[in-house]
DNA sequence: CTGTTAGCGCCTTCAT
DNA sequence: ATGAAGGCGCTAACAG
């Protein structure tokens, strides 16, 4: 099969390549009649323009990049989907750069793209780490607490909703379980949990999982914590079956939460009761901010999407005895 | 920052900008002395080739695609690295295209990355699905039972390999767990597993999960069962928690297995014995193969990549009275 | 051996 | 309302 393109079509009707780009593009001035015969026939033979050449003459590729730079982020395959999603919907493609390691990495990953001719990058960095400014437009989804942050989720406000529930439920000695201190995601899911905690004169303790590798949590369980507040549920599950495996049952001698809603969250018994990040709305709207960006538009201003806390089994009443059993 | 071109260059030298690249490249004929000042001076002023100019002389874009098709496969993150990692060292820039739901979205995807010029796909089609041919090269991971495969981790061997350390622990009376039955790779982990067990004389029980959607995992073992093997470790886990929640030890009462070392495996309590693949060496054979199509060499036979039991906590001897508890 | 000419497919003036 | 011309940056095919 012969490969099409403008002169290809323009042949056929006896016209200037010029003139099938105009009437294609519904830009230059072409009569009607023809304009939709040759819309007609570009459709019929299936024509698509060579990106390349496009390319070339626009400065533009139509291709923008993802950088996922933290490999531990259980999330990777939903922005993938979701920021592929938007992308396409804008008429981008999507260039990954996996990011292996440390900042120089990253900022490695960064550089492919812009060689490759990304006219734009989506970035989620890796924590704790500073996106250095590039050549390139840049839309960062990480915390409303990293420099140059461009959306994300509201992990300060999912933080305080699901320790407002944990007091709704009666829970008043917490522990709060995270895993690195240079995140400024869990440093603010952690942040949200103990400000609502402490307004409401509830014990808190705050556990970082990299200052101890195993933490015996049914020993903190029988010196009278009620519920153990995660900041994914990744670690929530560790917490979890450490108590199953001690023999303490959940959510009736202790409470289980996590963020993320993970692949396994439902999957496990008792299903883990956790705080949901809309990766939808907020790739959505980096793409919004990228796509202004790259128009030369001034892009929206910095915002926050709120999460949904979906309570499964995990979670339940504080016992009455607490540390009791 | 004025961009900087053969031409720059060209006339810094007062030559043509054919000979530039001739000299960067080496191929062409260009004086020993000039080609290396030249080099020199190109790599003084950061000189990039453009993508789309190169794209549009050769007709070959330097990008590849990739299709995850399976968006439950949780393996996706690994994948994308791999992937990105071998392309980039054959020189490949990666543009995903992920496809929600059915086949025709995961045919729509492939699509979509030809347009976009990509010169070759790597797919890891969606379970119980054929990929069409196109007119780009493939290269397919999915399962040797698949038509068109091209290479991807020995399923059969290692479910050969977990039911041969089990059976070796003593276990005569085993729960096979999969998800999918239109899953070639399930099927093959479940083949090799049931064979291995069959030839030893051993019981083994199979259980489908989208036929029964919460199997009672602890009357089995009651009945007597002594392991559960599930196809991935997300299910291992269900079958873990389940265990546990009912008061059952692991892997004092029973065992547990899975496959494939997700993230979580290594973080719960026991943690999980699982037999791993090679991501890595899966990836770099579906490079190989994909980079011999594209230069029109005749890519490799089809290959299977050995797995790793990885053994860990949730598996060990067989209890001395099965069922009695 | 050393170098240059021509043109990939598209889009944007500027003439007609 | 349409066409011709030019050039984006690069390299395969030609001259010198």
Redesign the interface.
């Known amino acids: 099969m012969r490969e099409m393109t403008l002169q290809t079509i323009a042949e056929e009707f006896g016209v200037s390549s010029a003139t099938v780009s105009n009437a294609l593009s519904g830009k230059g001035r072409v009569s009607a009649d023809l304009a939709r015969r040759i819309r007609a026939r570009a459709a019929e033979i299936g024509y698509?323009p060579?990106?390349?050449?496009r390319?070339?003459r626009t400065g533009r590729?139509g291709?923008i990049g993802?950088v996922?730079a933290d490999?531990?982020?259980?999330l990777?395959?939903?922005y993938?989907?979701a920021v592929?999603?938007a992308a396409?919907a804008a008429g981008y493609?999507?260039?990954?750069?996996?990011s292996?390691g440390d900042v120089g990495a990253q900022t490695a990953a960064l550089q492919?793209l812009v060689?490759?001719?990304a006219d734009g990058i989506v970035v989620v960095p890796r924590r704790g780490t500073r996106v250095l400014e590039l050549e390139v437009p840049l839309a960062v989804i990480d915390a409303p607490s990293t420099p140059g942050n461009t959306i994300c989720a509201d992990h300060r406000g999912g933080g305080a909703a699901l320790a407002a529930r944990l007091l709704a439920l009666g829970h008043r000695s917490l522990v709060l379980v995270g895993a690195n201190r240079d995140s400024n995601v869990q440093r603010e899911r952690i942040g949200g949990m103990a400000a609502a905690l402490a307004a409401a004169g509830a014990q808190a303790r705050t556990i970082w999982l990299e200052d101890a590798p195993a933490p015996d949590f049914p020993a903190l369980a029988r010196e009278g914590a009620t519920a153990f507040l995660a900041t994914s549920d990744?670690?929530a599950?560790?917490v979890?079956?450490?108590l199953?495996?001690a023999?303490l049952?959940?959510p009736a001698q202790a409470s289980v939460a996590g963020f993320d809603d993970l692949?396994?969250s439902a999957?496990?018994?008792?299903a883990l009761t956790t705080m949901a990040q809309d990766v939808d709305a907020v790739a959505r709207g980096a793409l919004a901010a990228l796509s202004a960006r790259i128009a030369g538009r001034a892009a929206p201003p910095e915002a926050a999407v709120a999460m949904t806390l979906i309570e499964r089994e995990s979670t339940g009443p504080a016992p009455a005895t607490p540390g009791n059993l």
Not at 93 to 98: M, R, S
């Open positions: 698509a060579s990106p390349p050449a390319a070339l590729t291709v993802l996922l490999l531990s982020n259980p990777f395959p939903r993938a989907r592929d999603a396409e493609g999507v260039l990954i750069a996996d292996h492919r060689r490759r001719g990744l670690h599950l560790t979890l079956t450490a199953q495996r023999g049952a959940v692949a396994f999957a496990v018994s008792p």
